[in-house]
């Protein structure tokens, strides 16, 4: 018997996993199908294709996306995959309602009531549109995009609208947003605040659950990474093998601290830029000069990236370059130290907006970087694994030294709730497997 393992064809698994869906979802008598999907795992690319293929099937369906920019960016997919597909965009009475771009796609039709959208083959909206939407024949079949980041309550307000779904998300990233507390109800089979996938297995177990096994956004020295801290009961492989891609830069390293993490993550895929351990305010001014200087000498160097989708190097420009921070006056702090720098054209935001975005190169200020304490928000699982997935190429991290001992000498004082499934893996696990590798990468600076 050889002893050879069978090579991992990341294609072919991944087509395996795509036909089983379609299957239960186009033949199967379930009234749900649950997919969980890494970053990067082409969750919309399914989306699209089974909601294309329903529509062959003459099975009228609704599309429920969690924010406007996601409904307008599913409708102008199905636009370029299917130009003579008529496609309903159901919006809201806000005076921009929908991206402009939409007015050129022909077989778009726009409307704010539902009624004159009957009989489309198609018709999509965001959650809260849908769930004012009253009187009106069932649709047969529904998709939830992100479901995971969909509250239950907002399930079960359009749930009449449909009589099956099939159920897309992604179960590491960030939980469902809620502006009020939700003590009251947890641990309750009917708490509003949980994720919609959550409450519908939590009654329906026996629905088919399938999940992609391929990240073809992240590189073969994030996904084992990414998917032991994250994803520990649904793991996933990268599409590509280490040497597929590469980042090299034009401008040799001056010797900076910036220089030698930049080096550092284009050789290995991770940098850690560590500062001296210190207590500092949320904006801390050395770190924010830190991920500017660093995404500046980055520009500045001329990065280039060769990957499977050209051979020849891609230039790293602005747009393909993003910072990730916690909170969103460390977004506008680097901002303006971008800016002081003459830097434009870079993403910089929080992790809720970063989410489900995709760039060559990300720097990101560490959530604990700094702080005194190591509260529940800042241990969020999702919030890390945001940050730590939405690269191609290389992930640099800024961050004060003493992390990993402020994580032993805050042990959890959340209260223990009855009733609670106990998310795992929890922040602390996750903090420290991820710095665990992060240390084997750091460059210490002192600015």
């Not at 047969?140 to 099939?166: C, K, N, P, T, W």
């Not at 599409?239 to 900076?256: C, I, K, M, Q």
Request: glycine share 8%; net charge negative.
């Amino acid at each position: 018997m050889s002893s050879t393992r069978a090579t991992f064809d990341p294609g072919a698994e991944a087509t395996r996993a795509t036909d089983a869906i379609l299957h239960d979802t186009l033949r199967g008598s379930s009234r749900g199908v649950v997919v969980d999907s890494p970053p990067g795992a082409g969750k919309s690319t399914l989306v699209v294709r089974a909601a294309l293929e329903l529509a062959a099937a003459g099975r009228p369906l609704m599309v429920i996306a969690q924010t406007n920019a996601q409904v307008d960016d599913l409708v102008v997919r199905l636009a370029e995959k299917e130009p003579g597909l008529p496609v309903g965009r159901l919006h809201s009475n806000d005076s921009d309602p929908y991206d402009t771009v939409l007015d050129g796609l022909e077989n778009v039709r726009k409307s704010a009531k539902a009624t004159d959208l009957a009989g489309l083959d198609i018709v999509i909206s965001t959650a809260a549109k849908w769930a004012h939407v009253k009187n009106v024949e069932p649709w047969g079949h529904a998709i939830v995009d992100e479901a995971y980041q969909m509250r239950s309550d907002a399930l079960l307000a359009v749930a009449g609208l449909f009589e099956r779904a099939l159920f897309v998300g992604d179960p590491g990233q960030l939980d469902p947003f809620s502006i009020v507390g939700a003590d009251q109800w947890a641990g309750l089979s009917y708490d509003p605040s949980a994720s919609a996938v959550s409450t519908l297995l939590a009654h329906n177990p026996e629905l088919p659950q399938h999940r992609l096994p391929v990240s073809w956004r992240l590189p073969a020295s994030a996904a084992p990474l990414v998917s032991d801290a994250f994803y520990p009961y649904t793991p996933f492989r990268s599409g590509t093998a280490h040497g597929e891609r590469r980042l090299a830069f034009a401008v040799p390293s001056d010797g900076s601290g910036p220089d030698r993490v930049l080096d550092e993550a284009a050789e290995s895929g991770w940098g850690l830029l560590e500062l001296p351990a210190r207590h500092t305010p949320r904006t801390d001014p050395e770190a924010v000069r830190a991920v500017a200087r660093t995404v500046r000498r980055l520009l500045d160097r001329g990065g280039a990236a060769t990957s499977e989708r050209s051979p020849h190097p891609v230039p790293v420009t602005a747009d393909r370059v993003a910072v990730g921070t916690a909170h969103r006056d460390q977004a506008a702090a680097v901002r303006a130290a971008l800016a002081e720098l003459g830097v434009t054209g870079v993403a910089v935001d929080t992790a809720n907006r970063l989410q489900g975005r995709e760039f060559d190169v990300t720097v990101v200020l560490h959530p604990l970087s700094g702080r005194p304490d190591a509260t529940a928000f800042h241990l969020e699982t999702g919030r890390l694994c945001v940050l730590a997935s939405r690269h191609r190429h290389a992930c640099v991290v800024v961050c004060r030294e003493g992390v990993a001992e402020l994580l032993d000498e805050h042990p959890s004082t959340e209260p223990v709730q009855l009733g609670v499934t106990v998310k795992f893996p929890d922040g602390w696990d996750a903090n420290h497997s991820v710095l665990a590798h992060l240390a084997e990468h750091r460059v210490r600076w002192r600015p």
